[in-house]
């Protein structure tokens, strides 16, 4: 267990629609790190928060943004939904001094 | 930009043998840090054993042992006495050390090896 937790486990939605996904950063972590991971693939970064400003995105759409709260927990959202965005859906968490992420459990979710 | 390349999609070993996982990187800098991630079924993503790239000695975690060839980009995984628990996906990451990017710390991914423990 890396006590890195993300919610839900699982989401099904329609093409079109709006997903919120969540992550709860390890005790101390104030880096969060979001990937997105198709299947049979390697997961691909998205993007990075750091003290709750955006610090670093990959080759991802505007559709797919993020926040950071004050107590480090993180959200991703995907306006906009598209068949492809079917992914599994991996928060990282870090700490500023330490190269390590340790990751969550992951996000499945599926766009119908 | 930085590549990482798992040239072996999947690997098969028997129970209680040795076996090596490879994995090449291309990039321009001098200072970064490599990984080996395990993913098992359950998708956690597990660090395995991680390497900086301004040491020289090779990386070591019990059973897990990594052959790091700077000058090559190379950095291979061996995984002695294989046990039935090791059967996963692993993954080979990259990240650098760049100083002027501090907080930007995005991991590049291979696209993994399957790795079967044969009973």
């Known amino acids: 267990e890396t006590g890195v937790t993300q919610s839900p486990t699982h989401l099904i939605k329609t093409r079109g629609q709006q997903v919120t996904l969540r992550c709860s950063s390890q005790?101390?972590?104030?880096?969060v790190s979001w990937y997105q991971q198709a299947l049979g693939q390697g997961p691909q970064f998205i993007f990075q928060?750091?003290?709750?400003?955006?610090?670093g995105r990959g080759n991802f759409p505007p559709r797919f943004s993020g926040l950071q709260f004050p107590n480090y927990s993180s959200e991703l959202n995907v306006n906009a939904l598209e068949l492809d965005d079917s992914a599994l859906y991996l928060c990282?968490?870090?700490?500023?001094?330490?190269?390590?992420?340790?990751f969550g459990p992951g996000t499945r979710l599926l766009v119908l | 930009a930085q590549t990482v390349t798992q040239s072996q999609p999947e690997m098969s070993v028997q129970e209680a043998e040795t076996v090596t996982l490879s994995c090449t990187y291309d990039t321009s800098e001098s200072d970064y840090y490599l990984f080996w991630y395990k993913q098992p079924p359950s998708r956690q993503m597990i660090l395995v054993i991680r390497?900086?790239?301004?040491?020289?000695q090779n990386a070591t975690e019990n059973r897990f042992s990594v052959n790091f060839q700077k000058a090559a980009k190379s950095f291979s995984l061996k995984i002695s006495d294989s046990q039935l628990g090791d059967a996963a996906m692993y993954f080979c990451a990259y990240r650098s050390a760049n100083p002027s990017y501090f907080g930007n710390e995005k991991l590049t991914f291979g696209t993994g090896t399957r790795l079967t423990i044969i009973p």
């Open positions: 390497q900086e790239a301004y040491k020289q």
């Open positions: 990282a968490s870090s700490h500023p001094h330490v190269e390590t992420q340790y």
């Open positions: 005790s101390g972590h104030n880096t």
């Open positions: 928060y750091y003290r709750e400003e955006e610090n």
